[in-house]
């Protein structure tokens, strides 16, 4: 169970495209979905929090008109990182929390992402 | 500034011995805990978790310790296996409504047969 779906697993895109990334939660609904961005070599780190039918909170330091964030519902959230450029190459990760207190996140595989 | 430390990037450890995995942390705000295993082009899986309200959390081969005035916790894995080779994460979290994790920079465990 908590198997959380993430899609695509590996892109590459010249400067100035946006991309779009999805996160689904296939066997539990996700009230809280989480995005994270790992650098080489480093922790995770936050990027935003989002639930479902309502405005993302984005970390301090992460643009939020450049990574947009849509929840629209209790399985599915999206990141669409626009108008990419080669210092946002990355490797993305979301995460998903159901319901139920005390559960943990459950991670996606994450998306890399390589902007030319 | 980093608030949860993993200050050991890598340890190697003998296939059926004790691999002990440490972390640290600064804010004594945070009161619940989690240990995550990540392979390479991998999302973390959850492996184990503790409230502050406990020093130690059991589950088969894997246990979690707590040390709040130290601000310390720590992953015992026993025995260790070589499908235990992975990096792992410390993870921390304030409150029981937010759940926003603050990562450690991982440590990247081998498990030698």
Not at chain 1, 34 to 46: C, G, I, N, T
Not at chain 1, 60 to 72: M, P, R, S, T, Y
Not at chain 2, 36 to 65: C, M, Q
Request: charge should be positive; charged fraction near 20%.
């Amino acid at each position: 169970g908590a198997v959380v779906s993430q899609h695509p697993s590996w892109v590459i895109c010249k400067s100035g495209t946006s991309v779009k990334i999805e996160c689904r939660s296939l066997d539990f609904q996700a009230t809280t979905m989480f995005w994270y961005r790992q650098f080489p070599k480093q922790s995770l780190m936050l990027m935003a929090t989002s639930n479902e039918g309502s405005k993302a909170t984005y970390e301090q330091g992460v643009e939020k008109d450049k990574f947009l964030i849509n929840h629209a519902s209790l399985t599915l959230s999206t990141l669409t990182v626009t108008s990419a450029h080669p210092e946002d190459s990355s490797f993305y990760i979301c995460s998903a929390r159901s319901r139920a207190l005390n559960q943990p996140q459950h991670f996606g595989d994450g998306t890399r992402l390589s902007i030319l | 500034d980093q608030q949860v430390k993993q200050n050991s990037p890598s340890l190697s450890v003998q296939e059926g011995r004790i691999s002990i995995l440490n972390c640290d942390y600064t804010n004594s705000m945070f009161d619940y805990f989690l240990w995550y295993k990540k392979y390479p082009a991998e999302g973390p899986t959850f492996l184990i978790s503790i409230s502050s309200i406990k020093d130690k959390n059991e589950d088969g081969r894997f246990t979690v310790f707590l040390n709040k005035s130290a601000k310390h916790l720590s992953l015992h894995i026993v025995p260790s296996q070589p499908g235990d080779s992975a990096v792992y994460f410390c993870a921390a979290s304030v409150g029981s409504g937010t759940y926003k994790y603050i990562f450690g920079t991982g440590t990247r465990l081998k498990v030698l047969a």
